[in-house]
Antibody, heavy 115, light 112 residues
Framework: EVQLLESGGGLVQPGGSLRLSCVAS??????????MSWVRQAPGKGLEWVSL???????YYADSVKGRFAISRDNSKNTLFLQMNSLRVDDTAVYYC???????WGQGILVTVSS | DVVMTQSPLSLPVTLGQPASISCRSS???????????LNWFHQRPGQSPRRLIY???NRDSGVPDRFSGSGSGTDFTLKISRVEAEDVGIYYC?????????FGQGTKVEIK
């Protein structure tokens, strides 16, 4: 069974940084062939696709995070990362790791930006 | 950006009765490969989203056959043939034809 496990969330002050990780299991041998993404959901709000590491290695960001967030992956460790810098209050959300076009999702990790 | 518009945003349903959600995109979701990249997701309260339907009408593994997707171009529909209690939650349509991939606002389904 495919599993995606996020970690690295927590409480941070505005302007601070956090690094999220997502470890994949059950598709270890093919992890590198999949596009992987981060999707977030602010409290009580809808879903926003934040960043995509496409299977052709192209990288995309939502305008709301461009220049502040950086997605990366370590295929040898089946891990996806999201480095979040210059965090703002409106970055507060549950961040989900997803595979491909959303066929599998992690349980989500809460990021709270507050002073 | 492609804008996804769902209706209704709230849908009270009766157990055992059908339900239908509409999704419209601001431009065609037909990709150059001929496929149409329109997905449907369901999110129960306090849970992660789960994909139900991909490429308009293909059910994901384990999705009950009471769920069906249809449509083409810019107009799409998710139908539940007979609503069950576990179907409550929010349903989202989403496109992945070009970046940014975007979701509809969500349709909240609740039991009358």
């Amino acid at each position: 069974e495919v599993q995606l496990l996020e970690s690295g969330g927590g409480l941070v002050q505005p302007g601070g940084s956090l690094r999220l990780s997502c470890v994949a299991s059950a598709f270890i041998e093919t992890f590198s062939s999949y596009g992987m993404s981060w999707v977030r959901q602010a409290p009580g709000k809808g879903l926003e696709w934040v960043s995509l590491f496409h299977d052709d290695n192209a990288i995309y960001y939502a305008d709301s995070v461009k220049g502040r967030f950086a997605i990366s992956r370590d295929n040898s460790k089946n891990t996806l990362f999201l480095q979040m810098n210059s965090l703002r209050v409106d970055d507060t959300a549950v961040y989900y790791c997803t595979r491909g076009r959303g066929d599998h999702w992690g349980q989500g990790i809460l990021v709270t930006v507050s002073s | 950006d492609v804008v996804m518009t769902q209706s209704p945003l709230s849908l009270p349903v009766t157990l055992g009765q059908p339900a239908s959600i509409s999704c419209r995109s601001s431009q065609s979701l037909v990709f150059s490969d001929g496929d149409t990249y329109l997905n449907w997701f369901h999110q129960r309260p306090g849970q992660s989203p789960r994909r139900l339907i991909y490429k308009v009408s293909n059910r994901d593994s384990g999705v009950p056959d009471r769920f069906s997707g249809s449509g083409s171009g810019t107009d799409f529909t998710l139908k539940i043939s007979r609503v069950e209690a576990e179907d409550v939650g929010i349903y989202y349509c989403m496109h992945s034809i070009q970046w940014p991939w975007t979701f509809g606002q969500g349709t909240k389904v609740e039991i009358k």
